[in-house]
T-cell receptor, first 116, second 116 residues
């Protein structure tokens, strides 16, 4: 299993500003994942962060809006840039661990973001 | 667009009853299927996974998979108030970036309430 520390746990931000969310894992992992969970909606993958390379973004998400850093195998950040009320959501960091033929996803506690 | 659909609920059952949660998926190439439980304000936690057609039992939980029908379900026997949560179906499907990359696609979740 993995223990994932994510911070901040919540924040209220002014529109037009940016917020950086940090994610720390207690073991080295190749890939880290960033999800968004809007109210009443499913988890939507924003991007996959590999150490040593640029993040891979899913359709509908762009680097300028959600820049990601992955400086080492245990840490990543997601920045929500130029925020608008539509960015109000829960943002979750995740890692996958397992063995051949089986992987499990583990999640951080989430960051509840409100943009006013 | 690979989709995972769940009966939206909310689903309400009396204590001791069987709760049945259903999920369909669109990607026939999906290999792995997961059920996550998410308590209000908390991050998702894995409770069951299944790879092969048929039933898989773990305590009070039974996952059922039918790949021909693209259908996966979760049965909770002897439901307890502590089972009250949102249950997320997740399917490991090929990422939009293609290649050998897979990603988890989540359904919107079914809110289950177990009444004492």
């Amino acid at each position: 299993s993995a223990v994932i520390s994510q911070k901040p746990s919540r924040d209220i931000c002014q529109r037009g500003t940016s917020l950086t969310i940090q994610c720390q894992v207690d073991s080295q992992v190749t890939m880290m994942f960033w999800y968004r969970q809007q109210p009443g909606q499913s988890l939507t993958l924003i991007a996959t962060a590999n150490q040593g390379s640029e993040a891979t973004y899913e359709s509908g998400f762009v680097i300028d809006k959600f820049p990601i850093s992955r400086p080492n195998l245990t840490f990543s950040t997601l920045t929500v840039s130029n925020m608008s009320p539509e960015d109000s959501s829960i943002y979750l960091c995740s890692v996958e661990m397992g063995w051949t033929g089986h992987t499990e996803a583990f999640f951080g506690q989430g960051t509840r973001l409100t943009v006013v | 667009q690979k989709e995972v659909e769940q009966n939206s609920g909310p689903l309400s059952v009396p204590e001791g009853a069987i709760a049945s949660l259903n999920c369909t998926y669109s990607d026939r190439g999906s290999q792995s299927f997961f059920w996550y439980r998410q308590y209000s304000g908390k991050s998702p936690e894995l409770i069951m996974f299944i790879y092969s057609n048929g039933d898989k039992e773990d305590g009070r939980f039974t996952a059922q998979l039918n790949k021909a029908s693209q259908y996966v379900s979760l049965l909770i026997r002897d439901s307890q108030p502590s089972d009250s949560a949102t249950y997320l179906c997740a399917v490991n499907s090929r990422a939009s970036s293609g290649g050998s990359n897979y990603k988890l696609t989540f359904g919107k979740g079914t809110l289950l309430t177990v009444n004492p």
